[in-house]
């Protein structure tokens, strides 16, 4: 019904910047709000950045003014700009969102995850 689909992950030294996106696609009516989660290896997902479709954004303490998470609504995208990577910014990093696929139905949709990787 909904696909998300990301990219833009890699392997990124410490200190430099990678740029997400998250492209859905599929019945979508209309698209509420948006994340990126990160997973990695041993720990649990957990909520890096939000967006809602104002523009309306909360970031994990984290990731505070280093990540930037912004959205296209006529494209369907979300994007996730990442600057001064640390090594513990590595993980998998998936998108998600809150789409209604007709009037009064509502389902959330996640993507596959890309990996990011932050070494020297």
């Known amino acids: 019904q909904v696909q998300l689909v990301e990219s833009g992950g890699g392997l990124v030294q410490p200190g430099g910047s990678l740029r997400l996106s998250c492209a859905a696609s599929?019945?979508?009516?209309?698209?509420?709000?948006m994340g990126w989660y990160r997973q990695a290896p041993g720990k649990q997902r957990e909520l890096v950045a939000a967006?809602?479709?104002?523009?309306?954004?909360n970031y994990a303490d984290s990731v505070k003014g280093r990540f930037t998470i912004s959205r296209d609504n006529a494209k369907n995208t979300m994007y996730l700009q990442m600057n001064s990577l640390k090594p513990e910014d590595a993980a998998v990093y998936y998108c998600?969102?809150?789409?209604?696929?007709?009037?009064?139905?509502?389902?959330?949709?996640w993507g596959q995850g890309t990996q990011v990787t932050v070494s020297s």
């Open positions: 599929g019945s979508i009516f209309s698209i509420y709000a």
């Open positions: 967006i809602t479709s104002g523009g309306s954004t």
């Open positions: 998600n969102a809150d789409v209604m696929i007709r009037v009064g139905v509502n389902i959330i949709a």
